[in-house]
């Protein structure tokens, strides 16, 4: 939730620029559709949605009441508990219904979508604008033919073969993510990603391993007990990276669909806002807006802001 309420004020006013910078009509336009990537299933998915109609229904009362249809399509792994959104979705739109009135709540559309976001999800240039929220860091999958015994992700003393394996399959990953993203997205359009990185260069410090180095010595402790085996520990490794911002960035510019707009670093689980002192934010010029706002994380969130590059 605390990364979701980081997040939408960026989303809103991303979404609120689009139409005052005339990227797009906004009594012209019929329909403006929306993708909420690797959605998950709990209430964040619904806290998103109602923030999005409810900026639209902002810009529509500054608008003489007029607004577009909005069409928003949620996706996640084909194993995500949809059914606990589908059965949400009748009190959610009960509810907006009362908040907006009977005519603008029937100018809402919800879909699903169920693929890996690092296929293609959606047609071709079928999207306005497009969002994902503590997601990227998740692999694809584990790097192939890693030798990493005892351990189950990276760890200090893990050979320099392993970070390197995780570096790499992040960086397939999120190269993969982008070119599909930027298929699917309208030139104009907007996209704005959160995901978890680290706060400094170096993928072996406390900053990306110490909670996973703890949780593996805590399943080793269980071998020795004889309530793991200890061939099931060895075989284990989770398809999980944290990238510094500098990573996203190169990746950014190395697919070159994209233009990055901004990049955010805040801190994640800090308890007071002198904690979030290491907000920094990068203009660089015009690509495509990599879902518009994207996450620069570290146990750090990043936001980035990327925009579809003009051809």
Known sequence: MRWMNTALPIVKNTIKEMFTNHLTSFEKLKSFKIADIGCGSGPNTLLFMSEIIDTFYNLSNQNNNQSPEISILLNDLYKNDFNNIFSALPLFYE???????????????????????????????????????????????????????????????????????????????????????????????????????????????????CLWELLAQSLLDMVSQGLVKKEDVDSFNLPFYTPYYDEVKEIVMKENSFDLD????????????????????????????????QADGSRDSLDSGISPRQS
């Open 95 to 209: 509810q907006l219904k009362e908040k907006y009135g009977h005519e603008f709540s029937q100018r809402c559309f919800i879909s699903v979508v169920a693929s890996s976001f690092y296929e293609r999800v959606l047609p071709s240039k079928s999207l306005h604008f497009v969002h994902s929220s503590s997601s990227l860091h998740w692999l694809s999958q584990v790097p192939e033919n890693l030798d990493n015994k005892g351990h189950i992700y990276m760890a200090k003393d893990c050979l320099p073969i392993v970070f390197d394996a995780y570096k790499n399959q992040f960086n397939k990953d999120f190269y993969s993510f982008l070119n599909k993203r930027s298929q699917e997205i309208f030139p104009k359009g907007k996209m704005i990603l959160t995901l978890l990185g680290r706060s400094i260069p170096e993928p072996s410090s406390n900053d990306g391993c």
């Open 262 to 293: 901004k990049i955010e670093k805040k801190l994640v689980g800090a308890h007071n806002k002198n904690a979030l002192d290491n907000d920094r934010r990068l203009q660089v010029k015009p690509a495509a807006t990599l879902a518009t706002s």
